[in-house]
């Protein structure tokens, strides 16, 4: 009788490396959304079955880094806020009270980014309190470097880089940028650079509206804003 064997060490790490990959991707669906999410909506993130889908979450319970609530939605769990609060030095706690100021004070969405790569990570997202309608985006959106305004400020954190678009070095030179319809349709947004020591990675604030001028009257206290960062975050 013939006997079918494992596969080999390699086919072992390979479906190992999928099933780490897909729960990360999890983990991230959850962590983008405080108001919690499902589990069918987790495996549309993931890209895999609904069942597949509940191993992964369940796995994430277990450890704590997720809470399944009564609802049926899963949110955030006390492991997960260790885990960020580790975080370049808890670099969103840090920056959430001066991002919140600006955000109600401006009545515009504010958020945190860094470079990652050659992407850009939105660390915080902060909208005002009091307006009824706002631009908003998740925690952990990734965009390329090279498109918005938040892009261009941390490329102009950068060393210069061949090739790099006309509106790097001027950031550089002025302090800012404001782009339009980059990143989302119809939408400005402003930019400013967080200066850091090394090896902390290129960090900026923007600022987004349907309204230019709303990003230009706002301008200076963003400015302001990223000078005070910079001290804080060091």
Request: hydrophobic share 45%.
């Given at each position: ?20 990959a ?19 909506q ?11 889908a ?7 319970a277990q450890?704590?880094?997720?809470v ?13 806020a ?38 850009q ?42 090739g790099?678009?006309d ?10 940028v404001?782009t339009?319809g980059?990143?989302?349709?119809d939408?400005?947004g ?15 604030i ?14 200076d ?5 990223a ?8």
């Open positions: 009788m013939m006997s079918v064997k494992d596969g080999g060490p390699a086919e072992r790490v390979a479906a190992g490396s999928q099933t780490l897909r729960g990360l991707s999890a983990l991230q669906a959850v962590a983008s959304s405080p108001a919690g999410i499902t589990a069918q987790v495996a549309e993130h993931v890209g895999v079955h609904r069942t597949i509940y191993r992964l979450l369940s796995t994430l450890q704590r880094f997720i399944k609530a009564e609802d049926g939605r899963y949110r955030p769990a006390a492991a997960l260790v885990l960020g609060a580790s975080f370049d030095n808890n670099l969103r706690a840090l920056s959430v009270p001066t991002l919140r100021t600006l955000a109600d004070d401006l009545g515009a969405t504010v958020s945190l980014l860094v470079a990652e790569g050659d992407q990570v939105a660390v915080a997202v902060i909208v005002p309190t009091l307006v009824f309608y706002q631009l908003s985006f998740h925690e952990g959106s990734r965009y390329p470097l090279e498109r918005g305004s938040a892009g261009l400020a941390l490329l102009a954190s950068m060393p210069p880089r061949p790099e678009r509106l790097v070095p001027q950031t550089r030179e002025q302090g800012w404001i339009h980059e990143v989302e349709p939408t400005y402003l930019a400013v650079p967080v200066r850091r020591k090394p090896p902390s990675p290129p960090t900026c923007n600022l987004i509206s349907h309204r230019q001028d709303v990003l230009i009257e706002g301008r206290a963003v400015i302001a804003a000078r005070q960062l910079s001290n804080i975050l060091g």
